[in-house]
């Protein structure tokens, strides 16, 4: 059985539906490949992080992780949801400014934030700059001398843990191009030079230990550094954080093998450490923020292809290649992600055979999931891939010069073109 998500069902036809939408007609009306976003279920991830947090009864902020997957009708939605979002470009504060997204809950990230990028943020107004590294100390107090200025900050940690996922979306670890290390003394010399400019007014600390985690060990073993090294610094500085950051991560399910924890489980237990440690410290309970990017898109969108080619190789694999690929879905050739996909467009009773689903483009690694079980796929057939919400769209590139696909939001049986296909034109518009 496929896996299905929120509102996906089969109708009688056997189409696949979502958001009550027939995605066969979805895929004539606008196309594949086809990004298909189910907004209900974006709407109930969104509420269900807030409702958690504030059924535990502390002060909270759920910041919504843009790199997942943004554009404007995104940014509108979570606007209607009272959500944050993180952003780690320029173009992203542009898209949430754009979209109606309050500067104020805007918080920006990122290791190498340039010049232009810090001062258009702090012209724009953005609520809190996450500060990862010395030289940013540096630059954002001469932007804010020469604005005359202030500006509100939190600092990124990097607390020493090793969460078990891909090695590429790790972060928390002492070897990470991300935040202040604990173990060497930075983090404590960062605070010292925040706390002495008094243009950077210091909200809290952050950390963000990884992406796509299961469990909740390393958010507790990451609460616990954070909250020693805390009270170290209330102790020798006086400095109390009136917010803790613990990022975002919360793994999602892509196949039937995946087994996360539930948001919410994910949520409690953080909740409950910080408490637990608060209590055993004697240290005051700061507000909670969290950034989930991946849980609040991924399960949402699912990705539409038309089945074209096929190429069987006797007793060694059998392709099927489809419209789309690593442009429109680079994690399986990036990470090794893995993923499930299934017919959309009608009912077979055929026995299965293992194929291998590969894309379009004119490399090898263009494997979209490989030695899947399926009933035997035509020319014109609909594929869906499952679990493309997030980093899919936002991922995307024009490798062979393909066009990026459009995005569809679906609910209550309406769609709505949230990012339209790229056209030839566009492919040329930046050629001189
Ligand atoms: N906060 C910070 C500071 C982050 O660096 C990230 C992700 C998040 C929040 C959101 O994490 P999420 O809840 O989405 O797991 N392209 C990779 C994922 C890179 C994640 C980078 N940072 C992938 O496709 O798996």
Not at 379 to 394: C, E, M, N, P, Q
């Amino acid at each position: 059985m496929p896996l299905l998500f929120g509102t996906a069902v089969f109708n009688e036809e056997q189409h696949l539906t979502i958001g009550g939408c027939d995605t066969v007609l979805l895929a004539e009306k606008y196309g594949t490949p086809l990004f298909v976003y189910d907004v209900a279920h974006i709407r109930e991830r969104a509420r269900g992080f807030k409702r958690t947090l504030d059924s535990l009864g502390v002060k909270n902020k759920v910041i919504y992780a843009s790199k997942a997957f943004c554009c404007l009708a995104m940014y509108q939605l979570l606007v209607e949801e009272g959500l944050g979002c993180d952003v780690v470009s320029a173009g992203e504060i542009y898209t949430a400014l754009k979209s109606g997204m309050p500067p104020e809950n805007i918080e920006f990230h990122g290791n190498n934030k340039t010049e232009a990028e810090l001062v258009y943020a702090v012209e724009q107004g953005v609520g809190t700059i996450i500060i990862d590294n010395f030289y940013e100390i540096d630059l954002l107090s001469k932007i804010l001398a020469e604005k005359n200025q202030t500006q509100r900050v939190m600092f990124r940690i990097s607390p020493g843990i090793n969460a078990e996922t891909h090695d590429y979306i790790l972060t928390g670890q002492e070897d990470s191009k991300f935040g202040f290390d604990v173990n060497s003394g930075q983090a404590t010399e960062a605070l010292e030079r925040i706390l002495a400019n008094e243009r950077l007014i210091l909200q809290g600390v952050h950390c963000h230990i990884g992406s796509q985690i299961f469990s909740a060990e390393g958010f507790l073993a990451a609460v616990e550094k954070m909250l020693l090294i805390l009270n170290e610094w209330k102790e020798h500085y006086d400095y109390t954080a009136e917010c803790l950051n613990m990022g975002g991560g919360f793994g999602v399910q892509y196949t039937e093998s995946d087994d996360p924890l539930a948001p919410d489980v994910f949520v409690k237990a953080i909740v409950h450490a910080v408490k637990g440690q608060c209590e055993l410290l004697n240290y005051p309970f700061p507000e909670i923020w969290i950034e989930p990017g991946r849980s609040i898109v991924a399960e949402a969108g699912t990705t539409l292809y038309t089945v074209g080619s096929q190429k069987t190789i006797p007793g060694v694999r059998h392709y099927v290649a489809v419209d789309g690929g690593m442009g429109d879905n680079i994690r399986p050739a990036l990470y090794g992600a893995q993923y499930d996909g299934f017919l959309a467009n009608r009912k077979s009773d055929e026995p299965k055979e293992l194929v291998t689903i590969v894309g379009k483009y004119c490399e090898s690694g263009d494997v979209l999931i490989k030695d899947i079980s399926q009933p035997p796929l035509q020319a014109g057939d609909l594929f869906a891939v499952t679990s493309t919400g997030a980093y899919g769209y936002s991922m995307a590139n024009n490798y062979n010069r393909n066009l990026k696909p459009a995005v569809v939001f679906v609910e209550n049986g309406q769609d709505r073109l949230a990012i339209r296909r790229e056209t030839y034109e566009d492919l040329t518009s930046l050629d001189m």
